[in-house]
């Protein structure tokens, strides 16, 4: 596609509920990353995936989170056992090059998780 | 990174003058920057970028500037238009990563 697309928008979860995200990447990009923003705050990073391999997953918060990208190209962030300070955008972003060689990055619009 | 709730910093300017928005940034070893504008329900948007070897760069209506002595990064819009009307946020790369670091982010509100 001609950008980045998340799926879906909004997501409305209960506490304790599990979730998946779901990121199209640009097709052919080679680097995936996830990137969660707080209301009012920057972007902060959580994981990041050259191809199909998860080079760095350091910025997840805890054991709940788990990301994956099994073919190298659609990539799914879960949250198991959501909890209120989860409520979130979960932006998604991909480069052509492999990260380092300084690519430009191109974000989706995100999905919007609050959890009640 | 810091937190500054939902209280962003705001910048309010008239359409046709000059912005320049300013963002210190906080490792020593970054040598990638970039500015992001991010609209109301978008993801984070490229305008332009510097490497830590130059201290000035051009776009289209923008320019970068970059003070590695104090650690600091503006970015300059020339003309401002109503569609400038976004939150910026610089970035950092650190060296030989493949992380953006995402500064705190300033509002921008293009009055006509």
């Known amino acids: 596609g001609a950008g980045v697309s998340q799926s879906p928008r909004y997501k409305v979860a209960k506490r304790g509920q599990d979730v998946a995200l779901r990121c199209d990447p640009i097709?052919?990009?080679?680097?995936l990353f996830w990137y969660q923003q707080a209301l009012g705050q920057g972007p902060e990073f959580l994981t990041y995936f050259q191809n199909e391999a998860q080079l760095d997953k350091s910025g997840l918060p805890s054991d709940r989170f788990f990301a994956e990208r099994p073919e190298g190209s659609v990539s799914t962030l879960k949250i198991q056992r959501t909890q209120q300070e989860d409520s979130a955008v979960y932006l998604c972003?991909?480069?052509?090059?492999?990260?380092?060689?300084?690519?430009?990055?191109?974000f989706g619009s995100g999905t919007r998780l609050t959890v009640v | 990174g810091e937190s500054v709730g939902l209280h962003l910093p705001t910048l309010s300017v008239q359409e046709g003058d000059n912005s320049i928005i300013n963002c210190a940034y906080s490792n020593s070893a970054s040598d990638y920057f970039i500015w992001y504008k991010q609209e109301s329900g978008k993801g984070p948007q490229f305008i332009i970028d510097?490497?830590?070897?130059?201290d000035k760069r051009q776009g289209q209506r923008v320019t970068v500037l970059l003070n590695k002595t104090v650690k600091h990064l503006s970015l300059q819009i020339a003309a401002t238009q109503p569609g400038d009307s976004a939150v910026y946020f610089c970035a950092e790369e650190d060296s030989g990563t493949y992380k953006y670091i995402f500064g705190t982010g300033t509002r921008l509100k293009v009055l006509a």
């Open positions: 972003a991909s480069s052509f090059d492999r990260a380092g060689a300084g690519g430009v990055y191109t």
């Open positions: 097709s052919g990009h080679v680097s």
């Open positions: 510097i490497r830590s070897n130059m």
